[in-house]
C-alpha cells in the first residue's frame, strides 16, 4: 500500500483524466505517470536509496504536484521549503534533513539558493527548474535526461516517508514531522468519510494554500488516491480565485475564514455568481461567526466542513461536518467554536498535565492515536519520545470536548501567536532577536490587530549604555527569519518579569494590549 | 605449532571466534602503529602474537584484510559517534564539540592510530580503500551539514563549512601521530583544547571592534 499505487492505477484506467490544472494547463494523469517515471528513474539514477531526502523551493506549480509522485515511487522524502522564510531558515532546514539534492524554481528561488551554496558542500546538485542554471547547477531537464520513461520498481514500503514537513515549534528551531505511506493513506480515508463531497476521479478542487503546507500537499496526495484533479493557484488573490472556482468547475475548496470574508466582502457581485459545482468548502485554523456562516450558505450553496489537525497528524482529526453547521443555525449557535468530532480510525482524549482523563467540559491537553500518527521527528528520538510518549501524539493545545464528543479549543497554545492565519512560535523570533549585540534579554508577545488578528511585538531590555532602533532590529530580523515572523513593534524595559524559576510571565506581558479586546479563540 | 594454551580450546560459539580475531586485530594494529605497514609482514604479526601464520589465516585473508579490518572497526566506532551526535538535540557547535570529542577518544585507540597512520593510498585493494573512503567522505559531510546548521542557528560565525572541516579533520587527524596512550592527557582533553582554540583563537590582544 503506497500512495502511487492508486496514482498507477488511475494513470492506466484513466490516462486522459487531468491529474494537476494551472492557468489552463492539462497534465493528464497518463502524462504525470510517464513524466513522474523519468523523474523517480533519475533520482535513482543519481545515486538516491529509499529514505533519502531532496528539498523543492517553489511557489505552487505542476512540476511540484509530479514530483511528489515522483519521489513518493523512488522512495524518497522530499522537504519542501516554505518560500517565506529567510535563507538562514532554509540553510538550517536543509543541513538539518541533510537534502542529497535542492529543486529551486524560478530565477528568484534559484538565486536565493545560489547565494546559500557556499555553505551546501553537502549538497550533491543543484537543480533550476524554469529558470536558467548558474554555474554549479544543472536544468530540469538535464536532470530528468538521466532517467527513462520506464516505472522505477523499488521495494518502497507503508512505512517509508512520503514526505518531511518542517514545523517551528516552541523550542526554537523547527522540527522534520516525518509523513508516511500509510498515513497519508489513513487520512485520506479518514477525510473522505468526514466529508460529503463526492469520491469519483475526476473531481476537481482549487488548491492556493502552499503546497509546502499539510493542507496544501495533501490534497494532491488526495487526488492521486481518488483519481481527482487539482487546479493550482500561484498566489491567492480574490478576484482570480472566485473565477476559477466557477470557470474550473470547482467541487471542493479549502480556506481560512478570513478569506471566506475577503471573498463575500471584495468581490461585488459575488452574491450574483454561480456556483453550481461546489460541493464543499473546507475551513480550518479559526471559527467561523454565524453571520459569515449563513452568507456563505446563501452565496456558495454549499456545505461547509471543519477541519482540525496538526502536521504531525498528517491532516484532520476532527471534522464539524454539514450537518453539524446545520445543527449550529438550527439553535446550537455553539457548536461552530467547536472543531467537531474525532475522525474514523482515530482516539481523541483530553488530559492533565499527569495524561490522565479530565471529564467532559473541562479543559485540558488534547492527545491523538489513530493510524495517522506520524512516525515520529526527523533525528530528534528524544522529542519524538516526549510527544508521542504513552502512544499518544500530545498536541500541546487545550481544548475540551463535550458529552457528545465534540472538542473545543481553547488557548491554541500557550504563547503562539496566530498572525493572518499563520502560526508564529516566540521562542524563535526570540532567539533571532538575542542574537543582537545590544540586546540583554526579550520577549515576544502577540498583541491584537485590526488587520492581522494578532500582531508580533517584542518586548525588550537593552544591553547598558546601548540604544538600539526598531529599524535596526527589523533589518536584524530580517536576515534571519522570514517577513511574517518579524516583531514591527518594539517596547524597552527596564527588566522582563520572571516567575521564581525564571521564566517569563508572558500574560504579565499581554494584559495591557489584551484588557479591551478578548482574545480567547471562542 | 606454538600455539599458547589459551588460543587451545575449540570454539564454542562465533562470539568467541569474534573475540580472538579482534584480539589478533588489536595486536596486528599496535604492530603496524610502531613499525609502520608496509615494513611489517605477517610473520611479524604471528610471531609478536606467539601464534603461527596459518593460525592467522584462518581467521584472517591476508596482510591487507587485517589492515582493512582494523581500518573498518575504527570507522565503524566512528559512525557511532555520528549516529549519537545526530539524535542530540542541540546547535551547531556543541554538536560538533561532541562529536570531535567522540573522534577524539577513537583517534587515540589502536585502530584509530592505524586507520590515519596505515591506511593510506597504495596501501589497500582498491575495493577495500573505496569502501574506507566512502566511509570518510560520509564523515566530512557530517560535519560541513553541522557546521551549516551553526551558520544557521547563529551557534558558528559564516564560514566556508568545508575548509572549516579541513581544519578540523586535519587538526584531529594529527593527534594519532604525537599522542602517546601512556600520558595522562586524556583524549577528551585534547578535544576540548583544540574546539576552544578553534571557538576563540589564541591571539592575546582582540582585533578592534570585536565583540565582547
Request: charged share 25%; hydrophobic share 45%; proline share 5%.
Given at each position: 500500500m503506497r500512495v502511487f499505487d492508486w496514482f498507477e492505477y488511475h494513470a492506466r484506467a484513466r490516462p486522459d483524466v487531468p491529474f494537476l490544472r494551472q492557468d489552463g494547463v492539462s497534465l493528464s494523469y497518463g502524462d504525470a505517470e510517464r513524466r513522474a517515471n523519468r523523474w523517480a528513474q533519475a533520482l535513482a539514477e543519481s545515486g538516491l536509496s529509499i529514505g533519502d531526502r531532496i528539498a523543492y523551493l517553489s511557489t505552487n506549480a505542476i512540476d511540484m504536484g509530479v514530483m511528489t509522485m515522483a519521489t513518493a515511487k523512488a522512495g524518497v522524502a522530499p522537504v519542501m521549503l516554505n518560500y517565506r522564510l529567510a535563507p538562514r531558515e532554509w540553510l538550517w532546514i536543509l543541513a538539518d534533513s541533510a537534502c542529497r539534492i535542492v529543486f529551486a524554481r524560478g530565477a528568484q528561488y534559484v538565486g536565493a539558493v545560489e547565494s546559500l551554496r557556499a555553505q551546501l558542500p553537502f549538497v550533491e546538485c543543484f537543480v533550476a527548474v524554469d529558470a536558467d542554471a548558474p554555474a554549479g547547477w544543472i536544468t530540469l531537464d538535464a536532470f530528468l535526461a538521466r532517467g527513462s520513461d520506464e516505472t522505477l520498481r523499488r521495494p518502497v514500503g507503508p512505512d517509508d516517508m512520503i514526505y518531511l514537513i518542517y514545523t517551528s515549534g516552541t523550542t526554537g528551531h523547527p522540527k522534520g514531522v516525518m509523513i508516511t505511506h500509510a498515513n497519508v493513506i489513513a487520512h485520506v480515508e479518514q477525510s473522505m468519510t468526514a466529508t460529503s463531497a463526492g469520491r469519483s476521479p475526476g473531481q476537481r478542487a482549487l488548491v492556493a494554500t502552499p503546497l509546502y503546507h499539510a493542507a496544501g500537499v495533501l490534497r494532491i496526495m488526495t487526488a492521486a488516491i481518488n483519481g481527482g484533479t487539482v487546479v493550482l493557484m500561484e498566489h491567492f488573490d480574490a478576484a482570480t480565485f472566485v473565477d476559477l472556482l466557477i470557470a474550473e468547475r470547482i467541487n471542493t475548496v479549502n480556506m481560512v475564514p478570513s478569506i471566506v470574508l475577503t471573498l463575500l466582502d471584495d468581490i461585488p457581485d459575488i452574491a450574483a455568481?454561480?456556483?453550481?459545482?461546489?460541493e464543499v468548502i473546507y475551513y480550518g485554523a479559526a471559527p467561523i461567526a454565524v453571520s459569515t456562516l449563513r452568507r456563505a450558505l446563501a452565496v456558495f450553496k454549499c456545505d461547509l466542513i471543519q477541519g482540525y489537525g496538526l502536521t504531525e497528524s498528517t491532516g484532520g482529526i476532527a471534522y464539524l461536518n454539514e450537518v453539524d453547521h446545520q445543527k449550529a443555525l438550527a439553535g446550537r449557535p455553539e457548536l461552530l467554536r467547536s472543531v467537531g468530532r474525532a475522525v474514523v480510525l482515530a482516539d481523541i482524549r483530553i488530559v492533565d498535565a499527569e495524561d490522565r482523563d479530565v471529564p467532559p467540559g473541562v479543559t485540558g491537553e488534547l492527545l491523538v492515536r489513530g493510524p495517522n500518527v506520524m512516525k515520529g521527528y526527523w533525528n530528534n528520538p528524544a522529542a519524538t519520545a516526549e510527544a508521542l510518549r504513552g502512544g499518544w501524539l500530545h498536541s500541546g493545545d487545550a481544548a475540551s470536548m463535550d458529552e457528545d464528543g465534540y472538542v473545543y479549543l481553547h488557548d491554541r497554545m500557550k504563547d503562539m501567536i496566530v498572525s493572518g492565519g499563520t502560526n508564529i512560535y516566540p521562542r524563535e523570533v526570540e532567539n533571532a532577536l538575542m542574537?543582537?549585540?545590544?540586546?540583554a534579554d526579550v520577549a515576544v508577545i502577540g498583541v491584537p490587530d485590526r488587520k492581522w488578528g494578532e500582531a508580533v511585538m517584542a518586548i525588550c531590555v537593552a544591553r547598558p549604555g546601548r540604544a538600539p532602533q526598531a529599524e535596526e532590529l527589523i533589518a536584524f530580523c530580517r536576515e534571519r527569519l522570514g517577513g511574517y515572523k518579524i516583531p514591527r513593534r518594539y517596547e524597552f524595559v527596564e527588566a522582563l518579569p520572571r516567575n521564581a524559576s525564571g521564566k517569563v510571565l508572558k500574560r504579565v506581558l499581554r494584559e495591557p494590549f489584551w484588557k479591551v479586546a478578548d482574545r480567547s479563540i471562542a | 605449532m606454538t600455539e599458547p594454551i589459551a588460543f587451545k580450546r575449540p570454539e564454542r560459539d562465533a562470539a568467541q571466534r569474534e573475540a580472538k580475531r579482534l584480539a589478533i586485530l588489536r595486536s596486528a594494529a599496535k604492530i603496524f602503529n610502531e613499525r609502520g605497514f608496509h615494513r611489517t609482514s605477517v610473520a611479524d604479526v604471528a610471531e609478536a602474537l606467539g601464534v603461527s601464520k596459518p593460525f592467522l589465516y584462518y581467521y584472517l585473508q591476508n596482510k591487507e584484510d587485517i589492515l582493512f579490518e582494523c581500518s573498518r572497526i575504527a570507522t565503524e566506532e566512528l559512525h557511532a559517534v555520528l549516529d549519537e551526535v545526530r539524535k542530540a538535540d542541540l546547535p551547531g557547535w556543541p554538536k560538533l564539540e561532541m562529536l570531535f570529542r567522540g573522534y577524539a577518544k577513537v583517534m587515540t585507540t589502536d585502530f584509530g592510530i592505524c586507520l590515519i597512520r596505515n591506511s593510506v593510498p597504495g596501501a589497500l585493494p582498491r575495493e577495500s580503500w573505496d569502501k574506507l573512503r566512502g566511509g570518510r567522505r560520509r564523515l566530512n559531510k557530517e560535519v560541513e551539514r553541522i557546521v551549516a546548521l551553526g551558520i544557521a542557528d547563529g551557534s558558528i560565525r559564516s564560514c566556508d563549512p568545508r575548509v572549516l572541516s579541513f581544519a578540523l579533520f586535519g587538526a584531529f587527524n594529527w593527534i594519532t601521530f604525537w599522542y602517546q596512550q601512556d600520558r595522562p592527557l586524556r583524549p577528551e582533553a585534547v578535544a576540548d583544547y583544540f574546539m576552544e582554540i578553534f571557538a576563540r583563537?589564541?591571539?592575546a590582544a582582540p582585533a578592534a571592534g570585536r565583540k565582547a
Amino acid at each position: 500500500m503506497r500512495v502511487f499505487d492508486w496514482f498507477e492505477y488511475h494513470a492506466r484506467a484513466r490516462p486522459d483524466v487531468p491529474f494537476l490544472r494551472q492557468d489552463g494547463v492539462s497534465l493528464s494523469y497518463g502524462d504525470a505517470e510517464r513524466r513522474a517515471n523519468r523523474w523517480a528513474q533519475a533520482l535513482a539514477e543519481s545515486g538516491l536509496s529509499i529514505g533519502d531526502r531532496i528539498a523543492y523551493l517553489s511557489t505552487n506549480a505542476i512540476d511540484m504536484g509530479v514530483m511528489t509522485m515522483a519521489t513518493a515511487k523512488a522512495g524518497v522524502a522530499p522537504v519542501m521549503l516554505n518560500y517565506r522564510l529567510a535563507p538562514r531558515e532554509w540553510l538550517w532546514i536543509l543541513a538539518d534533513s541533510a537534502c542529497r539534492i535542492v529543486f529551486a524554481r524560478g530565477a528568484q528561488y534559484v538565486g536565493a539558493v545560489e547565494s546559500l551554496r557556499a555553505q551546501l558542500p553537502f549538497v550533491e546538485c543543484f537543480v533550476a527548474v524554469d529558470a536558467d542554471a548558474p554555474a554549479g547547477w544543472i536544468t530540469l531537464d538535464a536532470f530528468l535526461a538521466r532517467g527513462s520513461d520506464e516505472t522505477l520498481r523499488r521495494p518502497v514500503g507503508p512505512d517509508d516517508m512520503i514526505y518531511l514537513i518542517y514545523t517551528s515549534g516552541t523550542t526554537g528551531h523547527p522540527k522534520g514531522v516525518m509523513i508516511t505511506h500509510a498515513n497519508v493513506i489513513a487520512h485520506v480515508e479518514q477525510s473522505m468519510t468526514a466529508t460529503s463531497a463526492g469520491r469519483s476521479p475526476g473531481q476537481r478542487a482549487l488548491v492556493a494554500t502552499p503546497l509546502y503546507h499539510a493542507a496544501g500537499v495533501l490534497r494532491i496526495m488526495t487526488a492521486a488516491i481518488n483519481g481527482g484533479t487539482v487546479v493550482l493557484m500561484e498566489h491567492f488573490d480574490a478576484a482570480t480565485f472566485v473565477d476559477l472556482l466557477i470557470a474550473e468547475r470547482i467541487n471542493t475548496v479549502n480556506m481560512v475564514p478570513s478569506i471566506v470574508l475577503t471573498l463575500l466582502d471584495d468581490i461585488p457581485d459575488i452574491a450574483a455568481r454561480d456556483f453550481r459545482h461546489l460541493e464543499v468548502i473546507y475551513y480550518g485554523a479559526a471559527p467561523i461567526a454565524v453571520s459569515t456562516l449563513r452568507r456563505a450558505l446563501a452565496v456558495f450553496k454549499c456545505d461547509l466542513i471543519q477541519g482540525y489537525g496538526l502536521t504531525e497528524s498528517t491532516g484532520g482529526i476532527a471534522y464539524l461536518n454539514e450537518v453539524d453547521h446545520q445543527k449550529a443555525l438550527a439553535g446550537r449557535p455553539e457548536l461552530l467554536r467547536s472543531v467537531g468530532r474525532a475522525v474514523v480510525l482515530a482516539d481523541i482524549r483530553i488530559v492533565d498535565a499527569e495524561d490522565r482523563d479530565v471529564p467532559p467540559g473541562v479543559t485540558g491537553e488534547l492527545l491523538v492515536r489513530g493510524p495517522n500518527v506520524m512516525k515520529g521527528y526527523w533525528n530528534n528520538p528524544a522529542a519524538t519520545a516526549e510527544a508521542l510518549r504513552g502512544g499518544w501524539l500530545h498536541s500541546g493545545d487545550a481544548a475540551s470536548m463535550d458529552e457528545d464528543g465534540y472538542v473545543y479549543l481553547h488557548d491554541r497554545m500557550k504563547d503562539m501567536i496566530v498572525s493572518g492565519g499563520t502560526n508564529i512560535y516566540p521562542r524563535e523570533v526570540e532567539n533571532a532577536l538575542m542574537e543582537h549585540p545590544d540586546l540583554a534579554d526579550v520577549a515576544v508577545i502577540g498583541v491584537p490587530d485590526r488587520k492581522w488578528g494578532e500582531a508580533v511585538m517584542a518586548i525588550c531590555v537593552a544591553r547598558p549604555g546601548r540604544a538600539p532602533q526598531a529599524e535596526e532590529l527589523i533589518a536584524f530580523c530580517r536576515e534571519r527569519l522570514g517577513g511574517y515572523k518579524i516583531p514591527r513593534r518594539y517596547e524597552f524595559v527596564e527588566a522582563l518579569p520572571r516567575n521564581a524559576s525564571g521564566k517569563v510571565l508572558k500574560r504579565v506581558l499581554r494584559e495591557p494590549f489584551w484588557k479591551v479586546a478578548d482574545r480567547s479563540i471562542a | 605449532m606454538t600455539e599458547p594454551i589459551a588460543f587451545k580450546r575449540p570454539e564454542r560459539d562465533a562470539a568467541q571466534r569474534e573475540a580472538k580475531r579482534l584480539a589478533i586485530l588489536r595486536s596486528a594494529a599496535k604492530i603496524f602503529n610502531e613499525r609502520g605497514f608496509h615494513r611489517t609482514s605477517v610473520a611479524d604479526v604471528a610471531e609478536a602474537l606467539g601464534v603461527s601464520k596459518p593460525f592467522l589465516y584462518y581467521y584472517l585473508q591476508n596482510k591487507e584484510d587485517i589492515l582493512f579490518e582494523c581500518s573498518r572497526i575504527a570507522t565503524e566506532e566512528l559512525h557511532a559517534v555520528l549516529d549519537e551526535v545526530r539524535k542530540a538535540d542541540l546547535p551547531g557547535w556543541p554538536k560538533l564539540e561532541m562529536l570531535f570529542r567522540g573522534y577524539a577518544k577513537v583517534m587515540t585507540t589502536d585502530f584509530g592510530i592505524c586507520l590515519i597512520r596505515n591506511s593510506v593510498p597504495g596501501a589497500l585493494p582498491r575495493e577495500s580503500w573505496d569502501k574506507l573512503r566512502g566511509g570518510r567522505r560520509r564523515l566530512n559531510k557530517e560535519v560541513e551539514r553541522i557546521v551549516a546548521l551553526g551558520i544557521a542557528d547563529g551557534s558558528i560565525r559564516s564560514c566556508d563549512p568545508r575548509v572549516l572541516s579541513f581544519a578540523l579533520f586535519g587538526a584531529f587527524n594529527w593527534i594519532t601521530f604525537w599522542y602517546q596512550q601512556d600520558r595522562p592527557l586524556r583524549p577528551e582533553a585534547v578535544a576540548d583544547y583544540f574546539m576552544e582554540i578553534f571557538a576563540r583563537g589564541v591571539a592575546a590582544a582582540p582585533a578592534a571592534g570585536r565583540k565582547a
